[in-house]
């Protein structure tokens, strides 16, 4: 479990426990969540190692099997340190990617914690990254689309949404499949986009659908996009579920579902 949801797709396989789960045992804690301290992310397991991040962005290393913390690392600028709000996680190889409600990409070395490199990007990130083909995938709080190279940071190339004032606290992730990004903006629109380079391979909104059947003043698009068999299905927080097809980005069917999870 390298990444939220599992994979780039958002496609979540399904496990299974010979446990019986009759018990419940705290292992380890970090910062609970406050009035402006909110918890958004997964946490990830690999090797038999979890790492999570607190709702005071402080990313922790526990070793399951010994039970013991290996390291943590605190993320919020010094300067500022109450209103931690989102941010994520995403692992590759040996290293942890962060997203910080910050405005910063970090690269931690998994082993101990330790900064390889860190990116400003001048806005919040409430999202985990996604990571597909070896890139780093983000999406900020004002709508900007980053694609990042791992080993260094630099930024291969951005796309801009319109940005939207009024939002719900959470933020969707960037699904991909087969050279295709999937990029859900907080104003309602949702892109098509070639992996490689940016161009716009296909465009739509619910924002049309939302002006003449609902009242909400929220036009948020929070559940992450899920691709299964060329299929996108997206949800907006306006009470709209749609099915899109992955390559044309022509709409199969709609639906009148609330949700801001998928």
Do not use: C
Request: no cysteine.
């Amino acid at each position: 479990w390298s990444q939220s949801y599992n994979s780039p797709t958002h496609v979540a396989i399904n496990f299974k426990a010979s446990t019986s789960f009759s018990s419940v045992k705290r292992i380890t804690s970090g910062y609970a969540e406050g009035a402006e301290s909110k918890i958004l992310a997964q946490p990830l397991v690999q090797n038999n190692i979890v790492f999570f991040i607190d709702a005071k962005s402080v990313i922790y290393s526990y070793d399951l099997t010994k039970r013991k913390l290996i390291w943590k690392i605190r993320v919020s600028k010094k300067e500022e340190k109450n209103h931690n709000i989102g941010g994520g996680l995403v692992l590759l190889n040996d290293r942890i990617f962060v997203n910080s409600a910050y405005g910063e990409i970090i690269a931690l070395n998994a082993a101990d914690g330790k900064i390889i490199w860190k990116k400003n990007v001048f806005s919040p990130l409430r999202s985990s990254p996604t990571i597909y083909n070896n890139k780093i995938i983000s999406l900020t709080l004002d709508n900007r689309l980053i694609v990042v190279d791992s080993e260094n940071g630099n930024t291969l190339w951005e796309h801009e949404g319109i940005l939207n004032n009024t939002t719900i606290m959470g933020a969707p992730k960037v699904a991909a499949d087969d050279n295709i990004l999937i990029v859900p903006y907080s104003n309602g629109e949702f892109y098509g986009l070639n992996y490689s380079n940016g161009i716009v391979l296909w465009k739509d909104s619910f924002l049309d659908l939302e002006k003449a059947e609902t009242s909400n003043a929220f036009t948020d698009i929070d559940a992450n996009p899920v691709i299964i068999n060329n299929i996108v299905i997206l949800a907006s927080s306006s009470g709209k579920l749609m099915a899109l097809d992955k390559r044309t980005g022509n709409r199969l069917w709609l639906k009148d579902i609330t949700t801001t999870k998928t």
